[in-house]
């Protein structure tokens, strides 16, 4: 079975394959970055995630932006961008559906989807977020 960090990247090339067909990917993505660390990971408290000074509900998604960024490529890194990017813009819905099939606690909340979209990228090495 692949990584999940590996997962959520073929979840992502696939969204933006057939964005319009492709809810359950959106819905799968935020599930991941929401629970890529359990709540009691130790990993949560390590000193280079306690040094980013990040909200405890943004760390999951910045560990998984780090470990997604130790193995991509220029081509897959240009994937996440493309991806966060047109989330955050909306484009095909894709930000408002998003949200729409979010994890409970960020259910309908369009600005905790790009919170943890900037943290993921951050973690990644792909921008501040």
């Known amino acids: 079975m692949a990584p999940l960090p590996v ?12 964005p319009a067909e ?3 990917d959106l819905t799968d ?3 991941l970055i929401e629970e890529y660390l359990s709540v009691d990971d ?7 995630i306690v040094e980013q000074g990040l909200p405890f509900d943004r760390v999951s998604a910045y560990a998984l932006g780090c470990d997604m960024g ?6 897959e890194r ?6 966060i990017a047109g989330v955050e ?4 819905g894709s930000l408002v559906r998003m949200a ?19 943290a993921l990228r951050r973690g990644a090495g792909l921008g501040v977020g």
């Open 70 to 75: 130790a193995f991509l490529t220029t081509p």
């Open 22 to 24: 492709r809810d359950r």
């Open 78 to 83: 240009d994937v996440v961008i493309r991806f």
């Open 42 to 48: 130790d990993r949560r408290w390590s000193d280079e």
């Open 100 to 118: 729409d099939h979010a994890p409970t606690s960020w259910r309908r909340d369009e600005e905790e989807v790009c919170g943890r979209l900037r």
């Open 89 to 92: 813009s909306n484009a095909h």
């Open 29 to 31: 993505i935020a599930f």
């Open 7 to 18: 997962i959520v990247l073929l979840k992502m090339v696939a969204y933006l394959d057939r």
